[in-house]
């Protein structure tokens, strides 16, 4: 079992930068490829971002490209999303998410869920 607890959430204007850290609770962590999802209200849950185990591979949603960035510490259980460039469209609230084999944008390849952090860019 693992469990993700995400924090760094908040209110930023737009253009502002926020960033969100996730802890995993379990040793193994370093062999979990971790992602980002976020939704927003009345929306589904999107991909936003995922790292592979390694850190060697990364992956992006075409609407944070060049404005996101994902990492990863193996040696503190920690995924991190650096946001930048921030739009009134990011809010949302943000899950972290550890999946059992390699990175992946669908959500159903991920098996465990963080509580989630919330988001809001003001405009």
């Known amino acids: 079992q693992v469990q993700l607890v995400e924090s760094g959430g908040g209110l930023v204007q737009a253009g502002g930068s926020l960033r969100l850290s996730c802890v995993a609770s379990r040793r193994t962590f370093r062999t979990n490829a971790m992602g980002w999802f976020r939704q927003a209200p009345g929306k589904e849950r999107e991909f936003v971002a995922a790292i592979d185990w390694s850190a060697f591979n990364t992956y992006y949603a075409d609407s944070v490209k060049g404005r996101f960035t994902i990492s990863r510490d193996n040696a503190k259980n920690t995924v991190t999303l650096q946001m930048n460039s921030l739009k009134a469209e990011d809010t949302a609230v943000y899950y972290c998410?550890?999946?059992?084999?390699?990175?992946?944008?669908?959500?159903?390849?991920?098996?465990?869920w963080g509580q989630g952090t919330q988001v809001t860019v003001s405009s």
């Open positions: 998410a550890a999946a059992l084999n390699g990175a992946a944008t669908e959500d159903s390849f991920y098996t465990y």
